[in-house]
Nanobody, 125 residues
Framework: QVQLVESGGGLVQAGGSLRLSCAAS????????MGWFRQAPGKEREFVAA????????YYADSVKGRFTISRDNAKNTVYLQMNSLKPEDTAVYYC??????????????????WGQGTQVTVSS
C-alpha cells in the first residue's frame, strides 16, 4: 500500500517555474514506478511524466519535454516535478501516481494503482 500527498502547486506567471513534490508513505515506494498526470477543466486526465523505480529511466509527454524534469529521492520517499517555462496551457490539477510494481507502460493511467489528491497549478498569461 502506498499513500501519496502532493504539494507545491500555486499561481505563477507564464515563463515562471514551480516544483511539485509528492511524498509517499508505505514500504513499496522504492519498488514503484512514479508518474505525474494532469487534468484541466473539461479535459481528460493526461500523462505528463514518469520515472522508474531506480530513477534510471524517465518518460515525458511531448508537450512538456525540455521544460519539465521528473526526479525521485528514494531515501526521502519523494518524487519531484520541476516545471520551467510554464505556459497557460499547463494550467491543471496535477496528480501524483504510483505503480504497484514494475510496469511496461508508464504512459497509461491504468498502470498506476495509487493516486494522490492533486494540487492545482495555474499559469497566468
Amino acid at each position: 500500500q502506498v499513500q501519496l500527498v502532493e504539494s507545491g502547486g500555486g499561481l505563477v506567471q507564464a515563463g515562471g517555474s514551480l516544483r511539485l513534490s509528492c511524498a509517499a508513505s508505505g514500504r513499496t515506494f522504492s519498488r514503484s514506478g512514479m508518474g505525474w498526470f494532469r487534468q484541466a477543466p473539461g479535459k481528460e486526465r493526461e500523462f505528463v511524466a514518469a520515472i522508474n523505480w531506480s530513477g534510471g529511466r524517465t518518460y515525458y509527454a511531448d508537450s512538456v519535454k525540455g521544460r519539465f524534469t521528473i526526479s525521485r529521492d528514494n531515501a526521502k520517499n519523494t518524487v519531484y516535478l520541476q516545471m520551467n517555462s510554464l505556459k497557460p496551457e499547463d494550467t491543471a490539477v496535477y496528480y501524483c501516481a504510483a505503480t504497484g510494481g514494475p510496469s511496461s507502460n508508464y504512459y497509461s493511467h491504468v498502470s498506476y494503482d495509487y493516486w494522490g489528491q492533486g494540487t492545482q497549478v495555474t499559469v497566468s498569461s
